[in-house]
């Protein structure tokens, strides 16, 4: 299983050119599995001994034990992934996760800043003075651009083009995006880069935010400082990077925004993906329509 594995993360790395992110997630739940059907190593076992009642045995045990349903789904499509690269490189005669089916997921409206909200996180950074030009700068551009965190922090000097106002984006699959840049964000940038001057080893991978220490800005510490400063506006959602991401796209939508232009906008490759906003921009729509049109029924 081992050799398997990783000749199938070396596949998606470098053929299918996946994010270091979804590489590692992968990664996580494929070792899940094998650890699940060697029970913990102590039986050795080859792909080819897998078949369709294990595979439905260790969904049953990640239900029974309380897992999500959403990442049960996301482990079920990581193993018909897995499976079916084996089945294509002659490793295997046949897919025995291709019918293999996750419980039906409920989708969950994603949380979100209502504008007031995000108005007030936009004013006030909660940083040392050091810090504080790159952390507007960043919560501009997640709120501003809906950036996925890992997009954020993979951002180069070289990716903005303050003269037109634009950023080149590198999201999922490699595949990158032209995204227009907001006044306030834009404004936020150029005072950031005004106390950043280019050094004097520039490269076109010297990354546009770096942590304390000089190196490239992680995920981690993306969220570490997301949570920090949205706690400081509102305790009524999770403080995370995909919070501005919903949040960029839900007042997009509540303002009148074409829901195919929010998906573009956000790298999604489906409009399916996409639509889950429309549960929130609905009840902006049902007060427009309760409080302008004459059979609405409402009262007046």
């Known amino acids: 299983m081992q ?70 789904a996301r482990k079920a499509s990581a193993l018909r992934t897995f499976f079916g690269y084996l089945c294509r490189e002659e490793l295997l005669s046949a897919n025995p996760a291709v019918s293999l089916k996750a419980p039906k997921r409920t989708r969950r409206v994603p949380g979100f800043l209502n504008e007031r909200d995000a108005q007030a996180l936009m004013a006030a950074p909660a940083s040392n003075s050091d810090l504080v030009l790159r952390d507007r700068a960043i919560l501009e551009l997640l709120y501003g651009a809906g950036l996925r965190a890992s997009e954020l922090v993979g951002l180069n000097r070289k990716d903005i083009d303050l003269e037109n106002a634009s950023l080149k984006v590198l999201g999922k699959g490699r595949k990158e995006r032209l995204l227009p840049l907001g006044h306030y964000a834009a404004d936020a940038l150029k005072a950031f880069l005004h106390d950043q001057p280019l050094p004097s080893d520039f490269q076109h991978s010297t990354p546009l935010f770096t942590s304390p220490s000089g190196r490239r800005l992680t995920t981690d510490g993306l969220r570490r400082l997301v949570r920090r400063n949205i706690r400081q506006v509102s305790a009524s959602t999770k403080a995370s990077p995909h919070v501005l991401r919903h949040t960029f796209a839900t007042h997009l939508l509540n303002r009148g925004a074409d829901l195919r232009a929010v998906k573009e906008l956000l790298g999604h490759s489906r409009l399916s993906t996409t639509q889950i906003y429309t549960h929130m921009a609905m009840d902006r729509l049902k007060q427009v329509y309760d409080q302008a049109h004459p059979r609405s029924g409402k009262e007046e």
């Open 3 to 72: 050799t398997a594995i990783s000749q199938f993360l070396s596949h998606l790395k470098n053929e299918r050119n996946l994010s270091p992110e979804t590489l590692r997630a992968y990664r996580s739940d494929l070792v899940q599995f094998t650890d699940f059907v060697t029970e913990g190593g102590r039986v050795p076992v080859t792909p080819r001994e897998i078949g369709r009642s294990r595979l439905r045995g260790y969904l049953s045990s990640l239900l029974r034990h309380g897992s999500d349903p959403v990442s049960i």
